[in-house]
Nanobody
Framework: QVQLVESGGGLVQPGGSLRLSCAAS????????MGWYRQAPGEQRELVAL???????SYAESVKGRFSIARDTVKNMVFLQMSSLEPEDTAVYYC??????????WGQGTQVTVSL
């Protein structure tokens, strides 16, 4: 059983920044990758960013150049630094961890709202 706990969501004005954090219950080296997904009201859940075991990262086109995923392998945490936020970034953001066997674990989600 893997537990993922997100934090750092909130209300921010357009153009602002937020950093999301995800604390994993075990060593993040045991995962094939970790990532962030988001789901806006009435929309399907979509991939935002991934970080793989070797440190390689991947981003959705809509967030490239604005968001950055990083990890702390000592604290077993993954972060999503979000800058130049837009109202379209408003969503519940979920942390994920995928094992080499293909099992994906999800956090409970944290709300990000971009609004004046």
């Amino acid at each position: 059983q893997v537990q993922l706990v997100e934090s750092g969501g909130g209300l921010v004005q357009p153009g602002g920044s937020l950093r999301l954090s995800c604390a994993a219950s075990g060593s993040i080296f045991s995962f094939l990758n970790m990532g962030w997904y988001r789901q806006a009201p009435g929309e399907q859940r979509e991939l935002v960013a991934l970080i793989f075991g070797g440190g390689t990262t991947s981003y959705a086109e809509s967030v490239k150049g604005r968001f950055s995923i990083a990890r702390d392998t000592v604290k077993n945490m993954v972060f999503l630094q979000m800058s130049s936020l837009e109202p379209e970034d408003t969503a519940v953001y979920y942390c994920t961890a995928t094992t080499a066997h293909g099992t994906t674990w999800w956090g409970q989600g944290t709300q990000v709202t971009v609004s004046l």
